[in-house]
């Protein structure tokens, strides 16, 4: 009798613990927050390695989130819709870039702001954007593009 009471202990522990994990992953990954920012729009030739659900920044601060990629059927480019948080004004000359976190990391989309004194509005599209730099073709570009004419 006093293992089935061991053992009930060791599961209502094991679900507390479990239970707080789940709290603590709602919280730190915003699910919970509402959307209380404006939708923007940017068209790039390449969005590799960035997804929905990806951070957008300023300044290495997140301030919205990726939330639609699509293919545009007729200019054949990657449509990336984002929200960013109401409080931050963005000028109408607004560039975008898609950035590495670093060698291994994830991408995000960074915008980088202009100067103009118009702002964008709900629905707006970045004009000015920096596709998504491929490395590994970059890696093989250099690994491959030795002297080939060189005497010996």
Not at 41 to 59: C, E, H, N, Q
Not at 89 to 109: H, R
């Amino acid at each position: 009798m006093s293992s089935n009471i061991v053992e009930s202990i060791i599961g209502a522990v094991v679900l507390i613990v479990a239970g707080w994990f789940l709290v603590f992953a709602y919280e730190r990954t915003d699910a919970g927050a509402s959307t209380t920012g404006y939708s923007l729009t940017a068209r790039f030739d390449r969005v590799d390695g960035l997804g929905i659900g990806s951070d957008v920044r300023m300044s290495g601060i997140k301030i919205g989130t990726i939330t639609e990629q699509k293919l545009d059927t007729v200019t054949f480019q990657a449509v990336v819709e984002f929200s960013v948080s109401g409080d931050v004004m963005l000028p109408t000359d607004t560039a975008a870039a898609i950035t590495s976190e670093g060698l291994l990391g994830g991408n995000y989309l960074a915008l980088i702001p202009g100067g103009m004194d118009e702002s964008l509005v709900d629905g707006d599209e970045i004009e000015e954007t920096q596709d998504a730099i491929d490395l590994m073709g970059l890696i093989n570009k250099f690994m491959y593009s030795g002297d080939k004419d060189s005497s010996g």
